[in-house]
């Protein structure tokens, strides 16, 4: 299973992005789908999920600027931020929740990252 990210880049302070995350490969179903970041000098955390019944979950730092969205069809997950502040500035990565197979156990799997820095 890969999953490949895109969409991160530079933007001044107040501006918006999107990132995508589609996930491929040997794929039988995907729980979760969502987005963690990790900045300069800190753990990796929660920015984001979506599962796969629509239930959706924000860090308290993100609500009310970044939305998360799911294309089921395609294995792809999107995050929308907006209002985009210097703290914001970080390597985001993609997680998805994956089946392999009808039998198989769920198991965690990773993008790559996506560099996301905000210019205040």
């Known amino acids: 299973v890969q999953l490949q990210a895109s969409g991160g880049g530079l933007v001044q302070a107040g501006g918006s992005l999107r990132l995508s995350c589609a996930a491929s490969?040997?794929?039988?179903?995907?729980?979760?789908m969502g987005w963690y970041r990790q900045g300069p000098g800190n753990q990796r955390e929660l920015v984001a999920t979506n599962n796969r019944g629509g239930t959706t979950t924000y860090a308290d730092s993100v609500k009310g600027r970044f939305i998360i969205s799911r294309d089921n069809a395609k294995n792809t997950v999107f995050l929308q931020m907006n209002s985009l502040n210097p703290e914001d500035t970080a390597v985001y990565y993609c997680h998805a929740y994956v089946q392999r197979n009808s039998g198989s156990i769920y198991s965690d799997y990773w993008g790559q990252g996506t560099q996301v820095t905000v210019s205040s």
């Open positions: 490969g040997s794929i039988f179903s995907i729980n979760s």
